[in-house]
C-alpha cells in the first residue's frame, strides 16, 4: 500500500495535542504516544505554526495547543463510521499543495477503493477549469476519495452528480442547514457557494476531491469571495464539527455510490437542486446559450430551453462551459 496513506508525524502531533486543547501535555508522554524524538517534535512544531497554529512550549510543563480552531481526529471520525469502504484507510496532513495530487499518486502505488487524504492546507487546490479553490488552514473541510467503480469514462459523471446529492445530505445531517445544488459541480446556500467537488479520472480509478468551507468567518474570505462564497459558521452562526461532518459526508458518499444507476443519480441530484425554471447562461467553446434550467439528461447533462423553445443539452465535460444564473452571477 502507498506510503502516502501514513498519516506525517506533524499531523499526529496536532491531533495528540488537539484531543486535549488548551491543555499542557508533557514532552516524555507526548514522544511515548507519538513513537517519535525531540527532533521531531521540534520539526513539527515549526510546521504548525508556520500553518498558523499556536503552539505554546513550556520547559516543564509540555507543549499545548492554544486554538480555537477544531482539529480532524482520525479517531474521532471513525469511531461510529458506518461505512464498509470510504473513510477506513484515512491519512490526514498538516500542509499539502493539492489532496487530489496525492490521492491520485496513491491510487497509482496501489491506494484500494475507499482511501481518503485530508489536509488542513492545501497550497494548490483547484476546481473545474483550473481554478483556485480557496482552501485556508484549520476551517475547511479539504479531502480527496480513491474509488474504485466498473463505469466506463462516460458514465463519471454520476461520481460528481452523486457527490453533490451527498454533500446536501451530510450538511442538512450534521448542521441542520438546508443547501441545494448548482450543475454540475456546486453546493450552495442561498446562492453563495459553500462546496465544490473535482472528480479527475485515471485508468481503473477515479480521485473524488471535496472542499467545504466550514468554519471561515466572513472577514477570512478574500474580498473577490465575501459576495459569492459562505461558509457553514456563517450560516449557522455556530462553528461547527469537522471531524462530525467527514464522518456524516463519508457515509452519506457510501449511500449514494451504493447504486450508480443513472436514472437513480438524476433524480436524486433534481430534487436537492432549485434551479429548474430559472434563467441561466452557459457559455463555452466560443457559444453562449440562453433560456431556462429544464431538466437533467439522462447523461448527467443540463438540459436548457431556449428562448426560441429549442431545448439544448449541455455537457459538462471536463473544460467545455461555465454557468450563472439570473444577473449572469459567477
Not at 475507499?114 to 479539504?142: D, K, M, N, Y
Not at 462553528?239 to 438524476?266: G, K, P, T
Request: charged share 25%; net charge neutral; aromatic share 6%.
Amino acid at each position: 500500500m502507498s506510503a502516502l496513506l501514513d498519516t506525517p508525524f506533524a499531523y499526529r502531533t496536532l491531533e495528540a495535542l488537539g484531543s486535549v486543547p488548551g491543555r499542557f501535555l508533557p514532552v516524555a508522554d507526548l514522544l511515548k504516544r507519538l513513537g517519535g524524538h525531540s527532533d521531531d517534535l521540534q520539526r513539527a512544531l515549526v510546521a504548525l505554526r508556520r500553518v498558523g497554529y499556536r503552539v505554546e512550549a513550556h520547559p516543564v510543563a509540555g507543549i499545548c495547543l492554544r486554538t480555537e480552531e477544531d482539529v480532524i481526529r482520525r479517531e474521532a471520525v471513525q469511531e461510529g463510521l458506518e461505512t464498509e469502504a470510504l473513510g477506513r484507510i484515512l491519512a490526514c496532513y498538516l500542509e499539502v499543495g493539492s489532496t487530489n495530487d496525492l490521492a491520485v499518486q496513491a491510487a497509482l502505488e496501489g491506494a484500494p477503493h475507499g482511501a481518503v487524504i485530508t489536509a488542513e492546507h492545501q497550497r494548490a487546490g483547484r476546481g473545474r477549469r483550473g481554478r483556485v479553490w480557496f482552501s485556508p488552514p484549520g476551517v475547511g473541510l479539504w479531502f480527496s476519495a480513491v474509488v474504485r467503480f466498473n463505469l466506463a469514462l462516460y458514465e463519471m459523471w454520476m461520481l460528481t452528480l452523486g457527490a453533490g446529492v451527498a454533500v446536501v445530505d451530510a450538511v442538512r445531517e450534521a448542521t441542520g442547514l438546508a443547501a441545494d445544488l448548482k450543475w454540475p459541480n456546486d453546493v450552495r446556500i442561498d446562492g453563495r457557494k459553500l462546496a465544490g467537488i473535482l472528480t479527475e479520472t485515471r485508468p481503473g480509478f477515479a480521485v473524488l476531491g471535496i472542499g467545504i468551507n466550514v468554519n471561515q468567518e466572513v472577514r477570512a474570505f478574500p474580498d473577490s469571495l465575501r459576495k459569492t462564497a459562505t461558509s457553514l459558521r456563517i450560516e449557522s452562526g455556530r462553528s461547527q464539527e469537522r471531524s462530525a461532518l467527514l464522518r456524516a459526508l463519508l457515509y452519506a458518499l457510501e449511500s449514494v455510490y451504493a447504486d450508480l444507476d443513472a436514472n437513480r443519480i438524476c433524480k436524486l441530484w433534481k430534487a436537492r437542486s432549485t434551479m429548474w425554471g430559472q434563467p441561466v447562461q452557459v457559455a463555452g467553446d466560443g457559444r453562449v446559450i440562453e433560456g431556462v434550467a429544464e431538466d437533467l439528461g439522462p447523461d448527467g447533462a443540463l438540459c436548457v430551453r431556449t428562448s426560441g423553445g429549442v431545448r439544448v443539452a449541455v455537457q459538462a465535460g471536463g473544460l467545455a462551459f461555465r454557468i450563472s444564473e439570473s444577473g449572469l452571477r459567477m
